[in-house]
Nanobody
């Protein structure tokens, strides 16, 4: 069982930056697909960024050029650096782990979730 704990959310002005962190209870390097998702009130959960077990990263079109996903293997920590934030980026951001190393983007394919960290841009 994987436990995930996010942090780093907060309130920023448009154009600002935030770096989210997600600490895992187990070694995730080369074992899991890790992803960041977000969900705004009244909207479906959507993907933001993923990193697979080989280190290949993908960024959703909505965040392309503004977000970077990375993994610190020693710290068992996943990061999401977000720049040039917009009001439409306001949402609860979740870290998730998929037991298989390759990534799919459907949230239902991820078995493990953190509690979320709120990002507000206004």
């Amino acid at each position: 069982h994987v436990q995930l704990v996010e942090s780093g959310g907060g309130s920023v002005q448009p154009g600002g930056s935030l770096k989210l962190s997600c600490v895992a209870s187990v070694v995730i390097y080369r074992r899991y697909c890790m992803g960041w998702f977000r969900q705004a009130p009244g909207k479906e959960r959507e993907r933001v960024a993923h990193i697979d077990s080989d280190g290949l990263t993908t960024i959703a079109d909505s965040m392309k050029g503004r977000a970077t996903i990375s993994l610190d293997n020693a710290k068992k920590t996943l990061y999401l650096q977000m720049n040039s934030l917009k009001p439409e980026d306001t949402a609860m951001y979740y870290c998730a782990a998929r037991k298989f190393g390759y990534c799919v983007y459907n949230p239902q394919a991820f078995a493990y979730w953190g509690q979320g960290t709120q990002v507000t841009v206004s």
